[in-house]
């Protein structure tokens, strides 16, 4: 299949799920027990994936230390609570403190 046939497959597969989204989303109830469900299911996924990023990491994450590792999620959740849940700027602080540990190395 060429590349262009296989993009437009996909976008119009894509589009086709996301239409059907919005015209069932007006009849859905978001404080259902379902969407509940949904949204733990959700947030434990992504504690999930951030927990082995910090314990298990590949790539250029596993070039730091565990303790430089856990340090940049300590500064990036400190930052996000006193910044009244800001995530930009938790997510900004955590990436500031991994970049400098790499350069400086373990403190």
Known sequence: MAPMAALGVAAAVT???RGVGVAVSG???????IFRWVT??????????IARMILLPI???AELGLEQRAGATII???????????????VTAG??????MAKLGPL
């Open 15 to 17: 589009y086709f799920w």
């Open 27 to 33: 009849k859905m109830d978001k404080d259902s027990a």
């Open 40 to 49: 733990c299911v959700a947030y434990a996924l992504l504690a999930g994936l």
């Open 59 to 61: 790539g250029p994450l």
């Open 76 to 90: 990036s959740l400190a930052v996000f609570f006193l910044t009244r849940k800001n995530l930009l700027a938790g």
């Open 95 to 100: 990436a500031v403190a991994l970049v400098l």
